[in-house]
């Protein structure tokens, strides 16, 4: 199995969740060995790798941030060209957010498929797990280990009649991503999103982008995608962090109650372990 590329350029317009700024984003294909590169064609055409490396903060969203320069929300995009099996691509966006766009992957996945995708002449790297490596925070909980595939189990749980507990143990294999994964949207809570506008986030929020739930229900009219959309979100939200690893993951995470703060602390963990992983043909 080699590498993989976009066939074509494609380009996209929407709205930043948190900034509310409009942005430009252009999606290109990248040599071999490149994996995925944010490219702020406003300043310069400044590069941030997606790297775990580049985490900054990971309250809401991931925001990587490089000299200086950053670049939010970027796991819903991430998680769409990982799903879609492309190892390499040029992200270029004229602003400071990634488009949020309708909440889920679905658009970046569409946006890919009408690229196309081409082989390339390396063959495909993957990230290997070889050691368990948790993390507990105050019952958050993540774990990774080995695996001759890359799977997920998540658990999450909120008090709320929609959700209360829901699990999934997803297999990641050709095509999944895009039947059970790509279209769940992200959620939130309408006491939340105050909490967030006072501290000028969601700005670009609405419920053609989220899921916004009431105390005892939800403020959007048209139907859930799954009744199980929201943890099918959280898995969303795993694989498009977890593609800051660089390449494919040979590896099984267990998710409770996980958030990005949670898989951020993982990968440190992981990446700092020696003997923890190592990079396979
Ligand atoms: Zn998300």
């Not at 590169?37 to 790798?49: H, K, Q």
């Amino acid at each position: 199995m080699n590498q993989t590329t976009l066939a074509n350029e494609i380009s996209a317009t929407g709205v930043g969740l948190h900034t509310g700024v409009d942005v430009n984003l252009n999606l290109k294909p990248a040599p071999e060995n490149t994996g995925y590169i944010f490219v702020r064609t406003d300043l310069d055409n400044f590069e941030i790798p997606a790297s775990a490396e580049y985490i900054s903060h990971c309250s809401y969203a991931t925001t990587l941030m490089r000299r200086g320069v950053v670049l939010s929300t970027c796991e819903h995009l991430l998680s769409a060209l990982r799903g879609s099996g492309v190892d390499n691509c040029f992200i270029e966006l004229d602003n400071i957010e990634i488009p949020i766009m309708d909440g889920s992957s679905e658009d970046f996945l569409e946006l890919i498929r009408s690229a196309g995708i081409t082989e390339q002449d390396s063959p495909r790297r993957f990230f290997r797990v070889l050691k368990t490596i948790d993390v507990d925070q105050n019952g958050r909980m993540m774990s990774i280990e080995p695996s001759d595939r890359f799977e997920i189990e998540c658990v999450i749980e909120f008090p709320h009649p929609f959700i209360n507990r829901q699990s999934l143990h997803f297999v990641f294999e050709n095509g999944s991503f895009g039947r059970e994964i790509g279209s769940a949207r992200t959620f939130g809570f309408t006491h939340e999103i105050e909490m967030l506008r006072k501290a000028n986030l969601a700005l670009g929020g609405s419920l053609d982008n989220a899921i916004v739930l009431t105390p005892d229900g939800m403020l959007n009219e048209t139907p859930l995608r799954y009744d199980d959309e929201f943890v099918r979100h959280k898995i969303l939200d795993i694989i498009g962090d977890f593609a800051l690893l660089g390449m494919p993951v040979l590896g099984k995470i267990t998710a409770e109650k996980s958030g990005h703060a949670v898989h951020a602390a993982l990968m440190s963990k992981l990446l700092k372990t020696e003997g923890a992983w190592e990079i396979v043909f």
